[in-house]
């Protein structure tokens, strides 16, 4: 079976078609999902215009399940069966969750070999584990998407708090393939904000994302090195978020009903909701408004008419503003930086809106946060961005720049060379392709070795598969359209296919390119190809020169047994001797003799050639008039 041969070396990757895919922001309070049109990351929203989506999921008494804003109307009415902050127990125990006081939910202890020591909830659906909970939130982003853009995903990046440990994220990947995605990676949140700002583009710094969502505080702080981003730290209260800023309101409320009743009774549970909702929506009005009116009828009929300025919900909250800062200092404090190290801040999650807060955050780091896109979007947006890119659908200059791979991929070729695809150093993702063509007549199969490492010879790199594209259609030396892709994702997994063009046949196979490579072998290939560089281009171009004499004998042998007769015997002796004195050259080693004996065959079968085209031209129009001829 003969090997590839490259048509031309050196092809670039052609435009992929467009894929559907999406980033995935599976949030606490809410969740989006997003994706780029146009070269644009956009957030997509369901058929009534609502882009957020509460990751909220009720169990209904007629065996369906309401995900979003459905579910959570009926929250206070059957809290039992309406999960929600699901997250807070993804890839938990019920050991982990310390605090159970004001959780409705009835947990269980999983007790299968799979889910031992996992909690369950009991719902009146049965017992249901957070991770068949989150995957009713990603099956509804998922159809959102689907609908939306009018086709099936190929994939999709969901984001995970950096913090999050092994479990959590196996949790995540977990949901998500019970919600039937295909996860492309999942990133962490931080980062996912630093890509929606582009800052992966930016010079190289450091950068901090304070995210302060519904229920939780996180502070990363990340470098960026030549376009990757390196978590320095991390901090931040798990029980600290817009919810506490509510709760705030709700306790002042509660004593404003006090002040005004002599028989006050401690609320049920509905009116602690309704009220709750109240004091939410009264927190975000005061984000634009100076004073916010907090008007509802509890169940045991009073009225409540209050109305809470902008200064007094300041003075109520600002011991939840600089409890924020406290982690903020320990992870500046980790990360041995002071704030003015600090290149910019994004802010990220919806309670971020508050002025109090972005006053806080500029204070502290002398310098005006990010704000510029929307703080719910923007780890969504982010994730769209990785997403398009782990796709294939973005031009191979504007790739994320997340990691490298470190030695070059390549393949196989004539003479045992290796042709590098993908080179050392390329940035993940990354897909190359890259076009042969078949060596011999007839050849309907073709090997195909995988490599890796920076010498010019297959024996010197490292084999890392091989794998056989069979059925290609018999053709013409040359005529088959063979494309090899090579794709590297950011987990690092290097896939690679071959597809015959004109016949469509393909085959494929994932390979681990660093697997079982230390970074001391890694080193010793790399210093073996940087000693060992002038060597391999010589033989590097022996090679060449043999494999390039080897196609033009078998050609020309071919073509003295088909038309010998066009030749007189003097023209064919001499074409004879040159082939023999080729053929002798081929046994020694010397790449500049074998080329000037092909130039020589090549000369002396010059007129050869001509007198056979000639031929064959009078063949096919041997018998046929010229109306008959489709000129
Ligand atoms: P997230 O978890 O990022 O969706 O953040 C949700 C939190 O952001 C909730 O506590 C919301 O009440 C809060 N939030 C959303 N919009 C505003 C706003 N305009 N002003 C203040 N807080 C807001």
């Given at each position: 079976m003969a090997l590839l041969q490259i048509s031309e070396p050196g092809q670039s990757a052609a435009p992929h078609q467009h894929k559907l895919a999406v980033g995935i922001d599976l949030g606490t309070t809410n969740s989006l999902v997003a994706t780029v049109r146009s070269g644009m990351s956009t957030v997509l929203q369901d058929e009534y215009g609502h882009a957020l989506l509460p990751s909220v999921v009720?169990?209904?008494?007629?065996?369906?399940?309401?995900?979003?804003?459905?579910?959570?109307?009926?929250?206070?009415?059957?809290?039992?069966?309406?999960?929600?902050?699901?997250?807070?127990?993804?890839?938990?125990?019920?050991?982990?969750?310390?605090?159970?006081a004001h959780i409705p939910y009835r947990f269980v202890e999983g007790t299968d070999a799979q889910s031992a020591r996992l909690l369950l909830i009991q719902t009146r659906a049965g017992l249901k584990s957070p991770v068949e909970i989150s995957a009713e939130i990603l099956k509804t982003l998922k159809a959102r998407a689907e609908k939306s853009l009018g086709g099936e995903l190929v994939g999709a990046v969901i984001t995970v708090p950096a913090y999050f440990d092994d479990a959590q994220r196996q949790a995540t990947k977990d949901a998500a393939r019970l919600a039937g995605l295909n996860v492309l990676r999942?990133?962490?949140?931080?980062?996912?904000?630093?890509?929606?700002?582009?800052?992966?583009?930016?010079?190289?710094?450091?950068?901090?994302?304070?995210?302060?969502?519904?229920?939780?505080?996180?502070?990363?702080?990340?470098?960026?090195?030549?376009?990757?981003?390196?978590?320095?730290?991390?901090?931040?209260d798990s029980a600290l978020g817009g919810d506490d800023f509510d709760h705030?309101?709700?306790?002042?409320?509660?004593?404003?009903?006090?002040?005004?009743?002599?028989?006050?009774?401690?609320?049920?549970?509905?009116?602690?909701?309704?009220?709750?909702?109240?004091?939410?929506?009264?927190?975000?009005?005061?984000?634009?408004?100076?004073?916010?009116?907090?008007?509802?009828?509890?169940?045991?009929?009073?009225?409540?008419?209050?109305?809470?300025?902008?200064?007094?919900?300041?003075?109520?909250?600002?011991?939840?503003?600089?409890?924020?800062?406290?982690?903020?200092?320990?992870?500046?404090?980790?990360?041995?930086?002071?704030?003015?190290?600090?290149?910019?801040?994004?802010?990220?999650?919806?309670?971020?809106?508050?002025?109090?807060?972005?006053?806080?955050?500029?204070?502290?780091?002398?310098?005006?946060?990010?704000?510029?896109?929307?703080?719910?979007?923007?780890?969504?947006?982010?994730?769209?961005?990785?997403a398009n890119a782990l796709a294939g659908n973005r031009s191979d200059d504007d790739l994320l720049l997340l990691d490298v791979t470190p030695l070059s991929l390549g393949l196989e070729t004539m003479g045992g060379l290796v042709e590098k695809i993908i080179p050392r150093n390329s940035t993940l993702p990354i897909a190359r392709a890259q076009e042969f063509t078949t060596f011999k007549d007839g050849q309907t199969a073709m090997s195909i070795h995988v490599l890796q490492g920076e010498r010019e010879l297959?024996?010197?790199?490292?084999?890392?598969?091989?794998?056989?594209?069979r059925g290609i259609p018999p053709m013409a030396a040359g005529a088959a359209r063979i494309r090899v892709t090579f794709t590297v994702d950011a987990d690092g997994l290097l896939s690679v296919s071959a597809r015959e063009t004109t016949s469509n046949v393909q085959a494929n196979i994932v390979v681990k390119p660093s697997y079982g490579l230390s970074e001391e072998q890694i080193l010793a290939m790399l210093q073996s190809s940087f000693s060992a560089a002038e060597s391999d281009?010589?033989?590097?171009?022996?090679?060449?020169?043999?494999?390039?004499?080897?196609?033009?004998?078998?050609?020309?042998?071919?073509?003295?047994?088909?038309?010998g007769d066009l030749l007189n015997s003097i023209e064919r002796q001499e074409i004879v001797s040159q082939i023999n004195a080729l053929q002798g050259l081929l046994q020694a080693g010397n790449s500049h003799a074998i080329h000037q004996a092909t130039e020589a065959l090549n000369t002396v079968t010059e007129s050869f050639a001509a007198r056979r085209m000639d031929a064959s031209v009078s063949r096919a129009l041997a018998g046929k008039n010229l109306d008959s001829l489709e000129l």
């Open positions: 009720r169990y209904l008494p007629n065996g369906e399940i309401a995900v979003g804003h459905e579910a959570q109307a009926q929250q206070s009415s059957d809290p039992v069966n309406t999960i929600v902050s699901v997250k807070r127990f993804m890839g938990r125990s019920l050991n982990d969750i310390a605090d159970r999942l990133l962490n949140e931080p980062t996912a904000a630093a890509v929606a700002y582009g800052l992966d583009n930016a010079a190289e710094g450091t950068y901090v994302i304070y995210d302060l969502g519904g229920g939780t505080f996180d502070v990363s702080i990340l470098k960026l090195t030549k376009g990757v981003f390196e978590v320095l730290a991390t901090n931040g705030r309101i709700y306790c002042w409320v509660l004593d404003k009903i006090r002040e005004n009743s002599s028989n006050f009774t401690p609320l049920g549970e509905q009116d602690t909701r309704l009220l709750l909702t109240k004091a939410r929506q009264a927190k975000e009005w005061l984000t634009d408004n100076f004073e916010a009116q907090i008007v509802c009828r509890l169940s045991n009929g009073t009225l409540v008419d209050v109305t809470l300025t902008a200064p007094q919900f300041v003075e109520l909250t600002q011991h939840l503003v600089a409890k924020t800062l406290s982690p903020t200092r320990k992870a500046m404090r980790d990360a041995n930086l002071t704030p003015g190290e600090i290149k910019g801040v994004v802010l990220v999650g919806g309670a971020t809106r508050m002025p109090h807060i972005r006053h806080a955050v500029q204070e502290y780091f002398k310098q005006e946060p990010l704000t510029n896109l929307d703080p719910d979007k923007v780890v969504a947006l982010g994730a769209a961005i990785q297959v024996s010197d790199c490292r084999s890392l598969a091989r794998f056989e594209l281009k010589q033989a590097r171009a022996l090679a060449e020169a043999k494999v390039e004499a080897e196609s033009l004998l078998t050609a020309i042998n071919a073509a003295l047994e088909r038309d």
